[in-house]
């Protein structure tokens, strides 16, 4: 996906007829070609649309760029799309490891009635949660909640530790 976005993108600037497209409608583009991504395009135009009102252009807008800064603009803008990639593929793993955790769907965490995977029913806890990760990201917060000793000799009150079920139907039954 990345590869035809940067080569989508690198169309587009050759196409541009000599003059250098902002980086404004590049990410236009690629909120285009993913909608996901919609929010993060818009997010940078915002931020290019501030940094432009700071920083004066270095060339006027009818001149173009020589080939050099062209293709020094491009790397950048690969670069740029690739970290954001990157990023975006280990959010997704860090998504689906919590849900996983806490029993959700990790798409939509089921607030999405549409949602092809759980058609919006896929709340935290309507599946079982994988132990492991539960016990991963749940488990230190559980642990930190827990009462601690009035004195420091006096033991510690057991911990109540949550129920990890086996089937969704065993949440329902309790």
């Known amino acids: 996906m990345a590869e035809d976005l940067v080569r989508s993108m690198l169309e587009n600037l050759a196409s541009s007829g000599g003059r ?13 070609s993913d909608p ?11 931020r290019e649309a501030n940094g432009a009102e700071q920083e004066p252009e270095c060339l006027p807008p009818d001149e173009p760029a020589p080939r050099g800064e062209r293709r020094a603009a491009v790397e950048k803008l690969r670069r740029l799309v690739q ?16 849900a996983a955790a806490l029993g959700a769907c990790h798409l939509c965490w089921g607030e999405d009635p549409e949602c092809e ?13 994988d132990e492991a990760l539960f016990a991963h990201y749940v ?8 009462p601690r000793p009035s004195h420091p000799g006096s033991p510690q009150p057991a911990a109540v530790a949550p129920r990890v079920a ?3 139907q065993s949440y329902h039954d309790n």
């Open 117 to 129: 995977v759980c058609a919006g029913e896929g709340a935290p806890g309507s599946n079982a949660p």
């Open 36 to 46: 996901r991504l919609g929010l993060l395009a818009q997010y940078f135009a915002q």
């Open 20 to 32: 250098k497209p902002a980086m404004s409608e590049l990410l236009v583009q690629l909120g285009e």
């Open 166 to 168: 086996d089937s969704p």
């Open 83 to 98: 970290r954001m990639y990157s990023e975006l593929e280990a959010l997704r793993e860090r998504n689906d490891s919590v």
């Open 139 to 146: 488990g230190p917060m559980i642990r930190r909640l827990r």
